[in-house]
């Protein structure tokens, strides 16, 4: 009930929700019953297109999260998505069975071309859905409890924070390039054939990611909102704007810190996991700082702070990308900058914040 009540007083949140279900149910309905003749018709690839932009949604809300409400300004949650994703892809990998190049039932393709004769430890269990399920919330929860009860255990803030998440994840980054990791190295996971013993390349099985990904940000959201709304939430706000005013009065601002951190980890892991089996691949170049610096922009263009924003951000830019890369691959990059510094002096709240411009202006 408490969860419930805190959406009712959210508009921009019951709009945004209100949004997901509408398009829940009309991409699956445009994309399998409109007829490909039609102009209505929604292609399989422009459904695997909006999932992914969804899973880099919920990123951008995990993002936003740890940023807009507590102050951490993480440059490391490109590796929290990228460990959700190799969970998942190890789980891809392992349904493959004799399907392969190589038709080795046990070991995968890249395994048998390195002379690997035997599958390492960390492999096994994800024949297993539910130990790949389990792994997608462990992996990158256990490593931000890890890094985020040494950082701020030792009081570690500002810019000093945002560089040593960054050097976390450029290190896994060159760490996953090596073959000897058993990752793939270079190339990483990839040639998925099914999952939960549904064909990938089936519309179908498309359009349930797509749905999942719905789901996942969804809920992601409520949660999130549930949180930013609850005495946490406001202690989260005191930490932020007045950390050492808030350890006097009592406050466990390690402690708080931590768990908010530990669970923004996991909304992005989920976003990994939901990624991989869309986009086909994953790689260590999913790892890279650049990944979690324009994750930051999306979260920035959009509006910090809101939640709702961030996904806002995440969707508008990055389907901006995708038509840009395609019809002027040269002039992207400079515009995302050029976009980034303009909001960055003139709508310090983002695209948001524009509504809350007007509102002051009338």
């Not at 409400?69 to 949650?77: A, D, E, P, T």
């Not at 089996?277 to 890279?288: D, K, R, T």
């Amino acid at each position: 009930m408490r969860m419930l009540d805190s959406i009712k007083n959210d508009k921009p949140g019951i709009y945004l929700l209100a949004t997901l279900l509408a398009v829940s149910i009309a991409v699956p309905l445009l994309n399998l019953l409109v007829p490909e003749s039609s102009v209505f018709h929604l292609s399989t690839y422009t459904v695997t297109l909006l999932g992914k932009y969804l899973t880099y949604a919920l990123l951008a809300l995990a993002a936003d999260l740890v940023w807009g409400y507590m102050g951490i300004l993480s440059l490391g949650h490109g590796a929290f998505f990228s460990l959700g994703g190799y969970a998942m892809g190890m789980y891809l990998m392992r349904q493959i069975g004799d399907r392969g190049v190589y038709g080795d039932p046990v070991l995968p393709d890249f395994m048998v071309f390195l002379n690997w004769h035997e599958l390492p430890w960390f492999w096994h269990g994800f024949d297993h859905f539910w130990f790949a399920a389990l792994m997608i919330i462990l992996v990158p929860g256990i490593l931000a409890y890890v890094f985020g009860y040494l950082a701020f255990r030792s009081r570690v803030t500002g810019v000093y924070l945002s560089i040593i998440t960054q050097a976390m994840t450029y290190a896994l980054m060159l760490a996953f390039f090596r073959n000897e990791m058993g990752f793939g190295g270079n190339n990483g996971l990839t040639d998925f054939k099914d999952i939960l013993g549904f064909n990938l390349r089936e519309d179908s099985t498309r359009i349930g990611l797509f749905l999942a990904s719905t789901a996942a940000l969804a809920t992601g959201y409520v949660i999130s909102r549930y949180i930013v709304s609850s005495r946490l939430g406001l202690a989260c706000v005191a930490i932020r704007d007045a950390e050492s005013r808030s350890r006097f009065i009592g406050y466990r601002v390690e402690k708080i810190k931590l768990w908010i951190f530990i669970f923004s980890a996991v909304l992005a892991g989920i976003a990994g996991a939901l990624y991989v089996p869309q986009v086909g691949i994953i790689n260590p170049g999913e790892f890279s700082p650049l990944n979690s610096i324009e994750l930051i922009i999306w979260v920035a263009i959009g509006g910090r702070n809101t939640l709702y924003g961030a996904i806002i951000g995440a969707l508008l830019v990055n389907y901006a990308k995708t038509y840009f890369t395609a019809a002027l691959p040269e002039v992207w990059l400079y515009a995302l900058g050029a976009l980034f510094v303009l909001v960055t002096l003139y709508l310090p709240r983002g695209i948001v914040g524009l509504r809350k411009l007007r509102g002051a202006q009338a």
